[in-house]
């Protein structure tokens, strides 16, 4: 099966650098985030820019995505028993699985088991508030998942005890058996029928699974957000997930985060952007605003005669930074505000004030009349 190209997906090159892809990641992010985008597949496509980051953002992952064209490595049946290649194309055998099992006990004597099945990932979307997501907090959900019988510890059994071994496997889980092949007969591996590859006959079943081994139940989990947590992140917590059968691995749960937007600021990495509106004479004649921080409010001195869009940074003010102690900026752009009306008396200071002021003073203004007279 093809794999899926991750930076296509994030519309980078393969040489993008870590800030690009990360740039990249949080603007797909946002445009198919599903509390923003309701068309149709648009919350797997958000899966699928969130599971690109994820191998793309991790060095390790990266190289091997790179390298193998998997997050985990190379694959063994690349080796053995790959489409078109190694041992398996067209002489009769399955994998590395039916290899090991050509020779008695495969190579030194050693059994592979084949009965164990890991165990799903569960998705599970967390909201948060802004001042949640920029100071973390500990929140408690609720999760529908399978877990392993405590009963039983997964045997299915009355009290973990009440089984005997299979007569069939001799309580191995699988069956050898043999096979004419083009190059001769070989002998393979394969699931006990008997026991259902588990190995063990039970005698009496556990009342609390009712002999599955596992239960279905939903439960609460303690989770711990940190700090500077970002919207479309994801939080995994390894073997979270439902548990795995007949000794197979736990999954992990991926915890989604959405975090309810600010009014005021606006969030760009560990930075927030704020826009703040002041009368134009403010801009004139200098004064003071208060803008709001994380956490209360500061107040900023505007110098006499600050240009429209100045932008004054509050360093250090924004969001920690999840892999460090460092914190992001506050970005503060001054933007002047005209009056809707004027009276009278108001509009001849105005004229007053404009008969005082040499063009000269507007050098931009200047500039632009000059730019223009040269397109004629």
Not at 282 to 293: K, N, R, S
Request: overall charge neutral; hydrophobic content about 30%.
């Amino acid at each position: 099966m093809a794999q899926k190209n991750y930076y296509d997906i994030l519309g980078v090159s393969k040489d993008a650098s870590a800030d690009e892809i990360k740039s990249a990641y949080r603007s797909m992010a946002k445009k198919y985030h599903p509390d923003i985008n309701k068309e149709p597949g648009a919350a797997e496509k958000f899966k699928e820019v969130n599971e690109a980051y994820e191998v793309l953002s991790d060095p390790t992952k990266k190289s091997n995505y790179d390298n193998y064209g998997s997050a985990s490595g190379p694959n063994p049946n690349d080796f053995f028993g790959g489409a078109g290649g190694g041992f398996g194309g067209g002489f009769g055998f399955g994998g590395l699985d039916d290899l090991f099992n050509m020779f008695s006990g495969g190579f030194g004597g050693g059994k592979r088991n084949s009965t164990a099945v890991n165990g799903q990932d569960i998705d599970i979307k967390l909201n948060l508030s802004f001042e949640e997501a920029v100071f973390g907090c500990s929140k408690e959900i609720n999760v529908n998942k399978v877990e392993s019988c405590s009963h039983c510890s997964g045997t299915g059994a009355k009290n973990g005890t009440k089984f005997t071994t299979c007569s069939e496997c001799n309580g191995a889980g699988t069956v050898s058996y043999a096979e004419n092949t083009i190059l001769g007969r070989v002998v393979r591996t394969g699931v006990c029928k008997s026991c259902g590859g588990t190995g063990k006959k039970i005698i009496e079943k556990c009342e609390h699974c009712n002999g599955d081994g596992y239960n279905k139940l939903n439960k609460t989990i303690s989770v711990k957000v940190p700090a500077g947590i970002d919207d479309g992140q994801i939080l995994t917590m390894p073997n979270g997930g439902n548990a795995g059968i007949r000794g197979g691995k736990n999954g992990d749960l991926h915890i989604y985060i959405n975090v309810k937007q600010h009014k005021l600021f606006e969030r760009d990495g560990i930075d927030l952007n704020l826009k703040v509106y002041v009368p134009f004479y403010t801009l004139l004649a200098g004064g003071e605003v208060e803008v709001p921080l994380t956490k209360g409010t500061t107040t900023i001195k505007i110098p006499e005669l600050t240009q429209s869009n100045t932008i004054f940074k509050l360093k250090g003010k924004g969001i920690k930074d999840l892999n460090s102690n460092s914190y992001g900026n506050i970005n503060v752009t001054i933007v002047g505000e005209a009056p809707k009306s004027l009276n009278k008396a108001t509009k001849k200071l105005l004229e007053q004030l404009k008969d005082e002021l040499d063009s000269d003073d507007f050098s931009r203004y200047k500039g632009y009349l000059k730019d223009l007279d040269k397109l004629d």
